[in-house]
């Protein structure tokens, strides 16, 4: 099978029709330090179709087929090992949105969302660590849970976001919008992060 083929094949699998595609543009951050992402670092600006539900309902579903891989520090083999951030920017290439390798580098870009399963979106990217240093992310698929590479389980799993006052309710950060939804009228774009201040 081709490799134009296979994508379409994969599209139809995630529910976009090859008219419902996006359209990318990408922005390099100025203000980044990270030596090992600097060809990466991009503040992708990606114009969504309309059905922007369903491409986050994709979203969650490519997330959801990663579910059993083997967790593997520096890992991106789709469907075989990932560590959590080539997860998380293996799912969000398949959409044409391009972002950097790291965690850290990942939670610098989109716009800030409250930890309130009222306000998160399927496709959200979750940031966990200790105080200003983010060192895992995972994706929010809706239904208060998300997809992640566990180091502690040793396997791509889903489970439910974590409740406040425990140890992991400690840890989570906060959540970025890189997929911005807009009216069906308006363009929707990911904006770029503010500059984060020098540390």
């Known amino acids: 099978m081709s490799l134009r083929a296979s994508l379409v094949?994969?599209?139809?699998?995630?529910?976009?029709?090859?008219?419902?595609?996006?359209?990318?543009?990408?922005?390099?951050l100025a203000d980044s330090t990270d030596d090992d992402s600097l060809a990466f670092l991009h503040a992708p600006t990606i114009s969504l179709p309309p059905t922007t539900?369903?491409?986050?309902?994709?979203?969650?579903?490519?997330?959801?087929?990663?579910?059993?891989?083997?967790?593997?520090l520096g890992a991106v083999q789709?469907?075989?090992?990932?560590?959590?951030?080539?997860?998380?920017?293996?799912?969000?290439s398949v959409f044409h949105v391009l972002l950097p390798r790291t965690a850290a580098a990942q939670a610098r870009l989109g716009v800030a969302v409250p930890r309130d399963t009222a306000q998160l979106l399927p496709g959200d990217i979750l940031t966990f660590g200790r105080g200003k240093r983010v060192t895992h992310v995972g994706i929010y698929v809706g239904d208060g849970r998300y997809v992640h590479a566990s180091?502690?389980?040793?396997?791509?799993?889903?489970?439910?976001?974590?409740?406040?006052?425990?140890?992991?309710?400690?840890?989570?950060?906060?959540?970025?919008?890189?997929?911005?939804?807009?009216?069906?009228?308006?363009?929707?774009?990911?904006p770029p992060a503010a500059p984060s201040p020098a540390s």
């Open 9 to 28: 094949t994969l599209f139809c699998l995630v529910g976009l029709a090859p008219a419902a595609r996006a359209q990318v543009t990408r922005t390099v």
């Open 53 to 72: 539900l369903t491409v986050r309902d994709s979203v969650a579903r490519v997330s959801r087929a990663q579910l059993g891989a083997r967790y593997r």
């Open 151 to 190: 180091s502690r389980k040793r396997t791509v799993v889903e489970v439910p976001l974590p409740a406040p006052g425990t140890r992991q309710g400690r840890l989570w950060t906060g959540a970025r919008r890189v997929l911005e939804t807009g009216t069906a009228t308006d363009t929707d774009s990911v």
């Open 78 to 92: 789709p469907g075989h090992r990932f560590d959590c951030s080539g997860l998380v920017q293996y799912v969000m």
